[in-house]
Nanobody, 123 residues
């Protein structure tokens, strides 16, 4: 059973870059048709999907985040990393890493989640 674990600083100052890593165990991030995503939930807001890095290394970012987001991976360590630049207090949220799966030419949903990590943006 695949497990995902987020790690990174819990406090980031405004204008700095937020950097989080998701370490995956029990499965490979290069497994065909698996996509590795970042999602966040802010106080009083619903879930916001930020973007993914796919099994081939391709990336896609949600338009609201595209200009300041980068998702990369290290296949030797089986982890992937989120970098969100120019953060403001509105980026304060619980950040989750998630596995999304495609099968039979169709989207199969999000089947594995990390526990989430709180990131606060404050000076």
């Amino acid at each position: 059973q695949v497990q995902l674990q987020e790690s990174g600083p819990g406090l980031v100052k405004p204008s700095q870059t937020l950097s989080l890593t998701c370490t995956v165990s029990g499965g490979s991030i290069t497994t065909n048709l698996h996509y590795w995503s970042w999602i966040r939930q802010s106080p009083g807001k619903g879930l916001e999907w930020i973007g993914y890095i796919g099994y081939s290394g391709s990336t896609y970012y949600s338009p609201p985040f595209k200009s300041r987001t980068s998702i990369s991976r290290d296949t030797s360590k089986n982890h992937f990393t989120l970098q969100l630049s120019s953060v403001t207090p509105e980026d304060t949220a619980v950040y989750y890493c998630v596995r999304e799966v495609e099968a039979g030419g169709a989207y199969n949903g999000m089947d594995s989640w990390g526990k989430g990590t709180q990131v606060t943006v404050s000076s």
